[in-house]
């Protein structure tokens, strides 16, 4: 099907972006519009005008400073996958970034769109969640940032208002001794997630810290689970403790699981506590790797494993 009728503009500055969303209520801004589009031909968006905001310069590119990775909302997700800076201090966000779609939506995706559109069957919302990335966002009044826990807010809905931008995701960088992994249950097809699942685990010598992980594809909005985290938290490693801490996630899942024609609500609730078991042992095992520099073999396995 077509799209329905739109103005077209296109912005050069950031500025000229919030300028155009002023002067035209209701109008989109477009970025890779592998989401946008598909939306406009299926009819159930028709927005009176878009704005591209494909060549505004000032919203692409990786950077490290401060103990963050900033990434232009405009970074495709090939582009991130591809970073090596985003490999060194995010490897979960590269992992994800290079398991979106095919090459073609990679290619195009960018990752402002991503969070924009909040799908709850998208990669990065889970792992920018669990990661505690932070949204700048260019609004009407100047500049404002959101927390990645404050941003997602439900089925296809954000923080964001109608003139906001999102113009950088800032993602803190990995501290020494944390692992981190993103594991996905993929749709056959289009490889969206039916589960994703996004863990950073810190070991402290024979004991776990720090824990964050979040949960894609089962509820309305990506979300962490605390029952896991702190099920983890303070225990001695083992396969017996990441079984029993990745069991916990049911008690955070609610009466809200996602049914639809690719999986039942019975079925992603089966299913999570197992992609949560495979997100924290290949987290552990990272941030074991991470603990013992000596040992970083391809073949070397922690021996809780
Ligand atoms: C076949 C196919 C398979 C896919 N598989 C996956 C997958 O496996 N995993 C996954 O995560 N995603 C998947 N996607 C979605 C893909 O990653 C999209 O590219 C992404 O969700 C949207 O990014 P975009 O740049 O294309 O945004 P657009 O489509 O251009 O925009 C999406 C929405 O975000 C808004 N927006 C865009 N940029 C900004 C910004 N900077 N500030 C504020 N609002 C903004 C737009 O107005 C629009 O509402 C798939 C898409 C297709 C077509």
Redesign the pocket.
């Known amino acids: 099907m077509y799209a329905p009728d739109f103005a077209y503009y296109r912005a050069d500055s950031v500025a000229e ?1 919030g300028r155009l969303l002023r002067a035209h209520p209701g109008a ?12 406009l031909k299926l009819r159930l ?1 028709a ?1 009176p005008a ?2 591209d ?2 060549r505004v310069a000032e ?1 692409k590119g990786i950077a490290v400073a401060d103990g963050r990775v900033r990434i232009g ?2 970074t ?2 090939a582009e991130i996958a591809a970073s090596s800076d985003v490999a060194r201090h995010a490897p979960a966000l590269a992992a ?1 970034a290079g ?4 090459p ?3 290619n ?12 709850p ?5 889970t792992v920018l969640l669990a990661l505690g990335a932070s949204f700048a ?1 260019a609004t009407d009044d100047g500049e404002r940032t959101i927390p990645a826990g404050k941003f997602f807010q439900g089925m296809m809905a954000t923080a ?1 208002g109608d003139h ?4 950088a995701i800032d993602v803190p960088a990995a501290p020494g001794g944390q692992g981190q992994a993103y594991e ?1 249950f ?2 056959p ?5 039916v589960i ?1 699942v996004a863990a950073t685990v810190e070991l402290r010598g024979e004991t776990v810290g720090n824990v964050a992980v979040a949960l894609g594809g089962l509820v309305p909005a990506a979300v962490r689970t605390g029952s896991v985290e702190q099920a983890l938290s303070g225990r001695a490693p083992s396969a017996e403790a990441i079984a029993g801490a990745a069991a916990a996630v049911s008690n955070d899942l609610g009466d809200d699981l996602i049914g639809d024609i690719y999986a039942s609500a019975e079925y992603r609730r089966a299913m999570a506590p197992v992609c949560v078991k495979r997100a924290l042992t290949a987290a552990l095992k990272q941030a074991s790797v991470a603990d013992a520099p000596a040992a970083r073999s391809p073949w070397w396995k922690p021996s809780w494993l």
Not at 99 to 102: E, H, L
């Open positions: 972006i989109k801004v477009l970025a890779g519009g592998h989401s946008l589009i598909p939306l968006a927005p878009l704005i905001i494909g919203l909302a405009l495709t997700h994800a398991v979106i779609g095919d073609a939506v990679r195009r995706g960018t990752i402002g769109g991503n969070v924009a559109h909040a799908d069957a998208s990669d990065l919302p966002v964001l906001d931008v999102v113009t996905k993929s749709h097809a289009s490889r969206y997630a994703g």
